[in-house]
DNA sequence: TCTTGACCTAAAGTCAGGTTTAGGATTTAT
DNA sequence: ATAAATCCTAAACCTGACTTTAGGTCAAGA
C-alpha cells in the first residue's frame, strides 16, 4: 500500500491530480486509513489505464464511464471491448496521421537547411515539387496531399 | 483567392476558428476587399504549417512566433530551422510513446475477448506475465515497463 | 512534548483554444 | 429591387483538465 506521495513520484503525477482523479471518482474501491489515501495495486492499476486511455485521446468522462462498467461486472464486458477496440482504430490512425506530420517536418528541416546554406529561399522555391531530391519529394507530397 | 467560407471548407475548419486565428496576427499579409478577408496561397501554406506544428505539439502562440520570425526575413532562418527540428524529435517521441499505447490497447483487447469467452477474469489473472500466448505476452510487457 | 512534514477538504482560480452572441454591412441570386 | 446568404467586429462565454488557496488534521522524529 501506498501514500499518495509515493504514487505521485511513482506516475510523475502532481497530488492534486491524484486527489483530483479520486474526487472524480476513479478509484471506487480506494482504502483510507484516518482519512489517509492508501493506493494499492487495483488503484495502480486503473492508474495504467487512465495514462493509456488519456493518450489515446479519450476525455475523462469517458475513462470515468469505463472505470464505471467495471465497477459493474462481466455484464460490461462487451462495452469494455468495444472502448478498447474503438480506441486502437484511433491511435492507429492517429500513429497514420503522426507519420505525415513528421514528413512536413522533415521537409521543413531540410527547406531551412538548403535556406541557410543559399541565403534566401528562391532557388528552393523554384525547386518544389518537381525539382527536389528524392527522399524530399516524397516527403513533400506525402506532407501536401489531399 | 478564395473567402473565409471557402477556406472554411478547404480545410474542416470552423469560420470562427480562422477568424480567431487572424485576430492572432497568423496572417500578417492578409489582403481585405471592403472589409472582407481574401485568403491566398501564402495564408493556404500558412495554414498547412500551422496545423502541422499543432499536431507537433506545439502551442499557438509558439507557432505565433514562428510566424513573426518569417516576418523579419533570412536572419531568423537559424531558428525557424531548430524549431523544426526540435519538433520533429518531438513527434518521434511521440510516435514511439504511441506505440506503446497501442500495446496496451492490444492486450486489453484481448483480455476482454478472453474474459467474453470465459465468462470472467480469473482464469487470465492467472496467466499473467507468464502464460500468456508470445505476442500478447510481447504487449503487455511492453506496456509495463518502466 | 512539540514541531515539522505529509496528509486532508471545499471552493475558487487558471489556461488554452476556441465558440457564441448581438448587432451590423455586403454580395448574390431572383 | 429585394431577399437570402455570407461576410464583419467586439466582447462575453464555454470546456476540459487541472491547480491554487485557505484552513485544518495527522504522524514521526528531536
Redesign the pocket.
Known sequence: MY??????EMFN???????????QGFFPGMK???????FGDEEIETLKV?ECL?KSG??????RQFIDWCARGPATYPERKALFERQREQVEGKIARMHKVLDMLKFKCWYYEQALADGGEEKIKAMIPEGLPGEIRAAYQSAHQE
Open positions: 501514500t499518495i506521495g509515493q504514487i505521485s503525477l502532481p497530488i492534486s491530480t491524484l486527489r483530483y482523479y479520486d474526487k483510507r486509513t484516518s482519512g489517509i489515501r492508501k487512465i488519456k479519450l476525455e475523462l468522462k469517458d475513462i
